[in-house]
């Protein structure tokens, strides 16, 4: 089954830009996976899903600070004009027909 | 827009039997894949199963001895059984659900402690 590899951690000013990094295993470098937001103590959020080709489809209401991109195994969570309420866990989700998988997360910090 | 409910004891006696129900509103459970999601106190998420509108169900190999998820049609709901729980098993559940892929909804959760 695929496993996700995400940073443990990260951090950015107010206002600028951070790219968050979520690895596939080899073998499994096209597949799709979802990007989750969990403020502290709130349920997860839906951002987007996000395919091997960099296309992806956000969730509602999603603001258009929020993009995603790939390469190769790699599939990114680009935030610009970083918000104090980005602060927040940031998990990437992949599945295929009977498993589902979650990255570690990666604790995002705003200066 | 689907609308996810959990609810459920939320203490639960060690080597007794977890159980929790997700009432669903805004969309009819005869679609889509609906799932559980535990997340221990400071850890990640941890995917614990899921069954599709037609009863097919998949499981986390590291529980799946322990595992059983249902669905009720008729109260458009579906549940989670966790049998000979231990202390490991306190956490965060939460109920989702996925329409061509992602958990793209989720409930709010509910935390369950395992103690005597």
């Known amino acids: 089954q695929p496993v996700l590899t995400q940073s443990s951690s990260a951090s950015a000013s107010l206002g600028s830009s951070v790219k968050l990094t979520c690895t596939l295993t080899s073998g499994h470098s096209t597949y799709i996976i979802a990007w989750h937001q969990q403020q502290p103590g709130k349920a997860p959020r839906y951002l987007m899903k996000?395919?091997?080709?960099?296309?992806?489809n956000k969730g509602s209401g999603l603001p258009d600070r929020f993009s995603g991109s790939s390469s190769g195994a790699d599939r990114y969570l680009t935030i610009v004009n970083l918000q104090f309420e980005d602060e927040a866990d940031y998990y990437c989700?992949?599945?295929?027909?009977?498993?589902?998988?979650f990255g570690e997360g990666t604790k995002l910090t705003v200066l | 827009q689907v609308q996810l409910q959990e609810s459920g004891p939320g203490l639960v006696k060690p080597s007794g039997t977890l159980s929790l129900t997700c009432a669903v509103s805004?969309?009819?459970?005869?679609?889509?894949?609906w799932s559980w999601v535990r997340q221990p106190p400071g850890k990640g998420l941890d995917w614990i199963g899921e069954i599709s509108h037609s009863g097919s169900t998949s499981y986390n190999p590291s529980l799946k001895s322990r595992v059983t998820i249902s669905v009720d049609k008729s109260k458009n709901q579906f549940s989670l059984k966790l049998s000979s729980v231990t202390a490991a098993d306190t956490a965060m559940y939460y109920c989702a659900t996925a329409a061509s892929g992602p958990l793209a909804f989720w409930g709010q959760g509910t935390l369950v402690t395992v103690s005597s």
């Open positions: 989700e992949t599945w295929d027909s009977n498993t589902r998988v």
């Open positions: 805004g969309d009819a459970i005869s679609s889509n894949w």
């Open positions: 996000l395919e091997g080709s960099g296309s992806y």
